[in-house]
C-alpha cells in the first residue's frame, strides 16, 4: 500500500435501523459518541423527525433524529432499547436513534460506490461492499440541514419525505 492510499482512508460507523438487516454507516470523523439511549423529553413543535431532546453528560442538550423514520418512512420502535450516535455538526452536537451498533471499519475511497441518484434528492453519499453487505454511507448534514430546517405542521414536508422516500436505491429498512 503506498502513502497515497493512506492519505485517501477513513473510517466508517456502521449501524443498523430498525428491525432491518440493512447497515448504514456515517464518517467515524462526525461521531463524538454512541450511547444508549438516554431519557427523551418530548417538546412541543419539534421539527417532524425530532422525537425529542436528551441531556448527556449532565450537561449538553441535544436534539435526536429519528433516522429510521428520515430514510425509512417509519418511526424507530423500541426507543427505550435503541442507541443514540451523537454526531458533530460545526458547532453543534446532534443524535441519531439506531438500533445496533455493528462496528468501525477503515475503507479507501476508491471503494465507495457513488449513488446514481441526484445528491440533492438523497441522504446517500454512496455504498461500500463490507462482506456480502452493501452499506449505505450517510450524508449527516444534508440529514441534520433538512430535518432541522422543517416545520412540523408544514404540510409540504410529508409530502416531501413520500417523495424522497421512493429516491432509496437500497431500500431495505
Known sequence: MNSYSVLND???FLFRLGSSRQFYAVNVS??????????????????KHVVGVVTIHNDVTIPV????EVLCGRKT????????????????????????????ININDNALLPSDINS??????????????????????????DV???????PAVSTKACEQENLYSLRSC
Request: net charge neutral; proline share 3%; with cysteine.
Open 65 to 68: 433524529i429519528d433516522l429510521c
Open 148 to 154: 432541522i430546517n422543517q416545520k412540523s405542521d408544514n
Open 77 to 104: 420502535q423500541n426507543v427505550r432499547q435503541s442507541l443514540i450516535v451523537v454526531i458533530k455538526a460545526g458547532s453543534s452536537q446532534y443524535a441519531f436513534l439506531a438500533s445496533k451498533a455493528d462496528r468501525i
Open 30 to 47: 462526525r461521531v463524538q459518541e454512541i450511547m444508549p439511549c438516554p431519557r427523551i423529553t418530548v417538546l412541543p413543535k419539534l421539527q
Open 10 to 12: 477513513f473510517g466508517i
Open 120 to 145: 440533492a434528492d438523497t441522504y446517500m453519499i454512496g455504498a461500500v461492499q463490507v462482506d456480502k453487505d452493501l452499506v449505505e454511507l450517510i450524508d449527516v448534514d444534508k440529514v441534520i440541514g
